[in-house]
């Protein structure tokens, strides 16, 4: 079921199928590369999106179906304060920081090893890098089973420091590389989202969806959400990019995404407070089979911690401490209407 192979001079792959799923792992990133799932005729197609080649995910390119951290999603102005102590991060989208930084865990070479039905992944992140105190042991597993794909990530540290880990997957359920996701129905389990600036950084508001493009307690179809005019839509350029705050605590229903041409569904539960739908807004790259993925070619269902959480008092505490053990846990269930 799992095999491992050489992906590249530098780093492994690992290769899974289930029966019912098909997919591709390389340490780079703790990456998932390919990801195949059948539609209602029984007809395989990649619903994930990438790089042309696997050497390609050595250069820039969108954080493609990579693990995120130590702080996935935006940082304000680079810095944050713990115990009484300013802590200044890496600003690589300056004057912001932004997953991790220059040298965040989705560009790292991660220690990768096929592990009965899954593949395991571990990186040691030392006190300084990125700007972060406090070096953390992270471990994040990958298991299949089926059509599910279960992550779990778990983390310890020797020093107070801000964690918020998940997995950055950029979905397109039609299979077909270089369409967008405009025809795509998505639901999100969530009253209320956290409202942005322009420049896509925290207000520290908490904002009930009501009323709102954001409200997708019901599913709702891409093109007519991305359109809406209101001003945080344009704000994250048509589309969203944008965190939920999920209903309920512990593993629970988080969204849903059905494409009604392919029959394709995919819904995800996790133990997360947040979830971060992102519709490709500004995407412009070369993807597979040599394809160019136009801007919403792709969505992103980030589940993590609230952004920028040290410095809002208002959310959910995210300070990983020195005997504490961090943990999250997201399924991606894949089947057919």
């Not at 780093?11 to 195949?36: N, Y």
């Not at 298991?143 to 107070?160: H, K, M, Y």
């Not at 005019?229 to 965190?243: C, K, S, V, Y």
Request: with cysteine; proline share 7%; aromatic share 8%.
């Amino acid at each position: 079921m799992i095999e491992t192979f050489d992906a590249h001079p530098d780093f492994k792959g690992f290769s899974v199928d289930t029966g019912s799923l098909r997919a591709e792992l390389i340490e780079l990133g703790g990456t998932v590369t390919r990801l195949e799932v059948p539609d209602r005729e029984g007809t395989f197609s990649d619903v994930l999106l990438g790089c042309p080649a696997v050497a390609d995910y050595l250069e820039p390119q969108p954080h493609f179906n990579c693990l995120v951290g130590r702080y996935a999603n935006r940082m304000t102005n680079a810095r944050f304060s713990l115990d009484g102590d300013i802590h200044r991060l890496d600003a690589n989208i300056p004057p912001h920081h932004l997953h991790g930084g220059r040298d965040g865990f989705g560009l790292r070479r991660w220690t990768g090893e096929a592990d009965g039905d899954g593949v395991v992944f571990r990186l040691t992140s030392i006190s300084g890098e990125g700007g972060y105190p406090g070096t953390l042991a992270v471990k994040a597993e990958y298991r299949f089973a089926g059509t599910r794909v279960a992550l779990e990530i778990t983390a310890t540290t020797d020093a107070p420091t801000p964690v918020s880990l998940t997995s950055h997957h950029y979905y397109n359920m039609s299979g077909v590389h270089g369409s967008t996701i405009a025809d795509h129905e998505v639901s999100i389990h969530a009253a209320a989202y956290l409202p942005v600036s322009e420049d896509l950084t925290q207000l520290g508001i908490v904002q009930p969806v009501f009323g709102t493009p954001f409200d997708l307690r019901s599913p709702v179809t891409l093109s007519n959400a991305m359109t809406a005019d209101d001003r945080q839509i344009q704000l994250a350029g048509n589309g969203f990019d944008h965190t939920f705050v999920v209903a309920g605590s512990g593993l629970r229903p988080v969204a849903q995404v059905r494409h009604p041409a392919s029959g394709r569904i995919l819904t995800v539960t996790s133990d997360q407070p947040g979830v971060q739908l992102y519709t490709g807004n500004t995407l412009s790259a070369l993807g597979k089979h040599g394809r160019r993925y136009p801007v919403h070619g792709g969505l992103c269902l980030e589940t993590q911690q609230f952004p920028d959480a040290p410095n809002h008092p208002n959310y959910p505490d995210a300070i990983l401490r020195a005997g504490e053990r961090f943990r999250a846990r997201t399924e991606f269930e894949f089947s057919v209407m």
